[in-house]
């Protein structure tokens, strides 16, 4: 863990007072594991999955996209496993019944409860005497479901229960036979889909790191299962690239290659990519081998094949699959930590965000000088019109003085600022002010909007 990374505490505070992210329903008391975008969150976290589309999507010839409907037939979620398998260990405070995650319990006492079953879960916890966060103590485990369930129509039964999907990942399965349909694409090929997923979290916490509702970029690369090693590697390479470009440094993030015990139950092989996050190394991501199971399970349950043809050839088989798989979420959140900065500027505490231009929610701010002179304020509307027509996100700023407003586009990560000034009046330039070292020079106005 990087000794200079912000606390937790700090960003949340930011991202609440400049407007990226809310508690959601905050006016009604909130809603336990629900965060919502504010008016610059919205935008960083849209350059973000901007730039997983350009990267992954875009700049490959070999990428198919989709957007599914996030409610599907229950059928999806009986043969992907996730009726019966997507279960996390819920326990019980026994004297006043709140309830927790086993595993959370175990490591927040210092035990490493990854690989272990529910049974040596509960054993641990009788072992090193767990108790929970009020000192009570806890139940046996169960098993608990995380899929959100509801009724798709006016008539409540077992044939209309359906879930809000917990992966978008089975919305790129179900439509795997459609898009050979239409395109018949050479393997490999990849099918990206981006969208919100949902999960009953039983102890959603760490800010928006574990929330109920979240986004995710999913890619599922199909392949022979001969090469799946090359497209396993050709992908991680890829992610890493990205992870570049998002600014996060190399020695913040880590693999981790997941143990067998520890795996999904589809997966043969998965690599999570771990990040030095504020609340210690978590999980970023994840690419993982699945194998044939999804495509298959869909076969067996649909009865419909899901093999393809080598083009030219007899060849048929079940493609088999590799699955980077991106929370939005925890992106934006690794951004925030990696770009937070605090420094001193004339004796006094600052604040700022030292994103990448491209991700900035702002690309610039304007200001005039003073805004009670009516030719400044002309001149500097005119410059922020011919700003805005160029690059789009560019705000005016004529909010307080001048050094609040600096501090202000800091905090927001605003890479320059440009103030019209007397000067402006005379000679057609601006003052550029620059975010990361303060430093301040002159521009031709005809050369900024160029
Ligand atoms: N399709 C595979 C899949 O969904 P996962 O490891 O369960 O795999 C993938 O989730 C990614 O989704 C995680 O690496 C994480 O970035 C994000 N994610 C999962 N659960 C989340 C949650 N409760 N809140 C925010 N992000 C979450």
Redesign the pocket.
Known sequence: MNEENPKIEDIVSLCKRRGFIYQGSEVYGGLS?TWDYGPLGVLLKRNIMNLWWQHFVEARDDMYAVDAAILMNQKVWQASGHVDTFVDPLCEDTVNHRRYRTDHMLKDNGINPEGMTMEQMDAAVVEHGVKSPDGNPLSQSRSFNMMFETVVGPVADDKSISYLR????QGIFTNFKNVVDSFYPNLPFGIAQQGK?F?N?IA?RDF?????E?E?M?IEYFVHPDDWQQSFDELLASIHQFLEKLGLSPENVHELDVPEEER?HYSKKTI?IEYDFPIGRE????L?YRTDFDLSNIQRVSKKSMEYQIKGTNERFVPHVI?P???V???LMAVLTESYREDEQNGEKRIYLALPEYLAPMRMAVSPLLKNKPELVEKAREVYSALKKKHGNVMWDDNGNIGKRYRRQDEIGTPECVVIDFDTLEDDTVTVRDRDTTEQRRVAIKELIG
């Open positions: 594991g917990p992966e978008t990942a997923a999960r979290e959603p928006i790191f574990r929330s109920r979240f995710q999913e999904a999570d999980e970023l991501l994840g993982a699955e798989s991106f929370g979420e925890r992106a």
